[in-house]
């Protein structure tokens, strides 16, 4: 695992090779099973309407389960890495041990399929990109600095979430899925 640590455009984190390979597997596998179930509305709207994305928030799969969830399992161990210790190299990460709850979806990418450009309504959103098949495009480009930074499979990208971002259209040769995203939001609710 690496972690690194970037101030330009703006303060955001990378950790390279996270997962295990076989937590990998089984984190696609058990995203490869999951059904389809209708998002909130606001979610219904901008995402269900995009060419060839499959957005399911694993927090609604699993709502009175979360334990038979390896996706869930698997990112919940990020706390134990004690990020906020990193807070003199990423100001942001000090919020983490702030925060008391988070949502986690996962959006399926095959050819054709982007995702517009928006800012998350979280304080951190944590980032992690899974590639399947051979792919172009499909880079998280932020608008507002002309910015794409540099993500692998297997690795980490955690940012402020009020920065605005977009993925670009995946370009692909291959059926059916070729990109899996598991996107966690991390939240301060005070009542």
Sequence with gaps: MIIEHLKYPF???IIYNYFEDIEIQKIVNEIDNIEYQKLDDRHHTQL?????SV?????NVYSDRRDD???LFSISN???LKLEQYVDKNPFLGYLP??????TYVQKY???????AHSDTSVLTFLYPIHLKEFDGGQLYFTDHNYTPRLEHNSILIFPSYKTHKLKEIKSK???FVRYSINQRFFIQTC
């Design 11 to 13: 303060y955001h984190t």
């Design 98 to 103: 702030m925060t008391n709850t988070d949502l």
């Design 48 to 52: 269900e309407n995009k060419a060839g």
């Design 69 to 71: 969830s390896q996706v």
């Design 110 to 116: 095959r050819n054709g399929s982007h995702y517009f």
């Design 174 to 176: 291959h059926d059916g």
């Design 55 to 59: 957005p399911i928030c694993l927090d």
């Design 78 to 80: 990020i706390i134990n």
